[in-house]
């Protein structure tokens, strides 16, 4: 089997979406997906990677990583670049697992379950208003989602309040206000309910003590970026001043970044995100990194649907994932828009995909919508690698005598 085409759709309702298709001429197409900077990413795909994969087979995942993750951290990884090789193995994942006829998650090792408890962010899509419908009535939201068997959530009741000052400066007041929704949960449901907070990094270290430290009576389930992860040792003074577990992060990059958060005590819960973090190939090295250390995985969400198919297969193979993050705004609001079937959660668990591959089609008709811009590239083309052995290497008879070393 070989690569004859990589395809990227852009969707404009979506502006930080991208979907990517592997094609091959066994006719089998793969699926992947990053989030964010969209169309930094389809030139990252089409300048830099479709030509160093069209002709090879889709087959050689691990090496077809190797060689995209080098080729970007020539210049130092991270960006659209990473983001561009997360989609791409998970497209080439999915062909591998139709080619074989069973879900990714039987290539990983097979089930270590067969579902995964989720917890649901609060997010706002059509009927489904649950970042607003938390400030108003937070009893009732928290009652809607243990009526449907899930039981946890997550908000960012501080981020906004980090807006005024740049992160520098929170108020009593403001902190009492920001957690009454927490406190009334509390109150009305006891620990019924599991609460996470996150900070999307806004905040400076002291701070996030502070917030952490108010919110230990309220025992959260974790504190999930109260300050940026730019690096181990403060993240290690946070962890060290609360009981609450701190999860870092979705903005590490690859088993090289979270190394230093697992291996310095600094995250006790690990929570790639697989979309940007290097795929299906790279979170499997992450779980099994944070395992030697007894630590637990929770992948982070909120991006399109691909992540999830892809999370689902590392969730029902790794043996210690904590819980998967979640968010039902998305995915009864627009996820069926661009997937057949739609993944399933069902009291409160995320369920193993049972199609081939990562579990689902690109929908049919989202390449024709009038808001998509697709993008193919088919032809294979010199490469960065190739051409640094043709200019600057040494000349082609001294590489010869190299090889004939
Ligand atoms: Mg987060």
């Known amino acids: 089997m070989k690569i004859t085409q ?14 990517v298709q592997v094609h091959t001429d066994g006719g089998i197409v793969g699926l992947g997906e990053t989030w964010y900077a969209a169309s930094t990413v389809e030139a990252a795909i089409h300048d830099h990677f479709g030509p160093l994969l069209i002709g090879r087979d889709p087959s050689d995942i691990e090496a077809h990583w190797q060689s995209m993750f080098r080729l970007s951290d020539h210049a130092g990884y ?30 990983l090792g097979g089930g270590t379950r067969h579902q995964i408890r989720v917890y649901n962010t609060l997010g706002f899509y059509g009927d489904i208003t649950d970042s607003h419908d938390v400030w108003r009535d937070p009893v009732a939201l928290a009652k809607s989602l243990l009526d449907e068997g899930i039981e946890g959530m997550k908000f960012s009741p501080t981020d906004f309040i980090a807006r005024e000052s740049g992160g520098n400066l929170l108020f009593k007041k403001q902190l009492d206000r920001a957690l009454q929704p927490f ?17 999307h990094g806004k905040w400076n270290l002291a701070t996030a003590i502070k917030i952490a430290q108010e919110m230990e009576p309220l025992q959260p389930m974790w504190h999930e970026e109260l300050l940026s992860p730019l690096d181990e040792d403060a993240h290690l003074r946070l962890q060290a001043s609360t009981v609450t577990p701190i999860a870092a992060a979705e ?3 690859t088993r090289y970044q979270h190394r230093r958060f697992i291996e310095s005590g600094a995250a006790r819960i690990v929570m790639p995100d ?18 030697g250390h007894q630590l637990p995985i929770a992948p982070h969400d909120c991006v399109g649907p691909v992540n999830m198919l892809a999370c689902a297969a590392i969730c029902m193979a790794m043996p210690n994932v ?19 079937p739609n993944f399933v959660v069902k009291d409160g668990f995320l369920k193993a995909p049972e199609e081939p591959g990562i579990g689902a089609r690109l929908a049919s008709g989202v390449r024709d919508r009038a808001d998509a811009s697709v993008r193919v590239s088919s032809e294979p083309r010199e490469s960065w690698l190739e051409s640094r052995k043709r200019y600057t290497y040494p000349p082609p008879d001294i590489q010869e005598e190299f090889e004939r070393l």
């Open 274 to 291: 697989l979309t940007w973090t290097g795929g299906i190939s790279e979170v499997k090295k992450i779980a099994v990194l944070a395992s």
């Open 251 to 253: 903005r590490l990059m």
């Open 6 to 19: 990589i395809e990227t759709i852009r969707i404009g309702q979506f502006p930080d979406l991208t979907f």
């Open 183 to 199: 406190r009334e949960i509390r109150d009305a449901l006891g620990t019924d309910i599991q609460v996470a907070n996150d900070g």
């Open 322 to 340: 904590m819980i998967m993050e979640y968010n039902r705004a998305m995915h009864r609001g627009w996820y069926s828009d661009f997937i057949e």
């Open 78 to 107: 991270g960006g659209a670049e990473l983001r561009a090789i997360s989609a791409i193995d998970i497209a080439l994942w999915d062909i591998r697992g139709q080619s074989l006829k069973l879900p990714v998650f039987e290539l």
